[in-house]
């Protein structure tokens, strides 16, 4: 009977009750203050205020829980219930077309990038996950890319030789050899370390990224360069999503829309900020391309999309010229 009754207590014991909330644990790499960080806080706030207390959010930023590719298996596993990982970190699973957003010069507009993210091709992007057991709920922008280095960089034949820290997608990897660099795949988490003891010798990121991991403060020389786009995609476990009861769902997905709307009106401003305090800093040349020496970066550049159309898929690069009225020539 004794026995009887302490299974039956610890099975009580086990059962979540009524009043306890769904715990839902977002991962991610980036500091707290930058856009991601941001928009990640603002969804928690948003998501335990729409759904009364019923959800409760863990952000775990900086990866304080999980390390860009661990961050996926997690995700896989549920371990952890949202990440919203870099558009050039999808290829470990297998899906290689986020990495169109990785085509050099593709967008010189965020009102380009939208077209593309808020459209037809976005949605259906979203979609193809799902075979993959994972649910992609959202596009958040972070912004367009500087190279920074060790040495002055203005005309492409400046990255030659250089030792290049990318993230995981091979048409990342195309660029930089294109440019003559030598492209190697590290985890955003350890490239302040890399840098500081030379292991690489340059990488890229938008501002924000750059500042709040201060990288600038083991890097000689930024170039505003805007070659290139990184900006993220917020995923969920598809089961774990399937399983919230309906009215839970509904007010997620309110939280995720203000929260894209957020994330959305702010990043380009925090990229703007954090030149700004690159600047302020003092130690760290910021330089600007003209627009001679970008049309020079783009020319050598452009023939990184034909290679890797096989890869990504003709059809949604075409897809995704016609959203944004690309234009192939070279100036
Ligand atoms: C990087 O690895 O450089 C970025 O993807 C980090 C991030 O999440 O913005």
Redo the contacts with the bound molecule.
Sequence with gaps: MRILLAILLSAMTSLPSAAEPIVLKFS???AVG?P?GKAAQRFKDLAEKYTGGAVRVEVYADSSLYK?KEEFEALQLGAVQMI???L??FSPLGIHSFEVFDLPFLFDTEEQLHRVTGGEVGRSLLESLEVRGIKGLAFWD?GFKSFSADRAIRRPQDLRGLRM???SSRTLYEQMRTLGAQPEV???SE?YQALKAGVVDG????H??LFTQRMHEVQSHVTVSRHGY?G?AVLTNLRFWDSLPGRIRDALERAMAEASAYANSIAAMENAKAIDRVKAFGGTAVYELTAEERAEFRRVLLPVHRKMEDRIGRDLVRAVYRATGFDATID
């Design positions: 991610h790499v980036v930058t991601k860009d919203a990982p870099s050039a970190k972070n820290r990318i993230q590290m985890a955003f490239v990488t890229e990121n938008p924000s990224n990184l993220y």
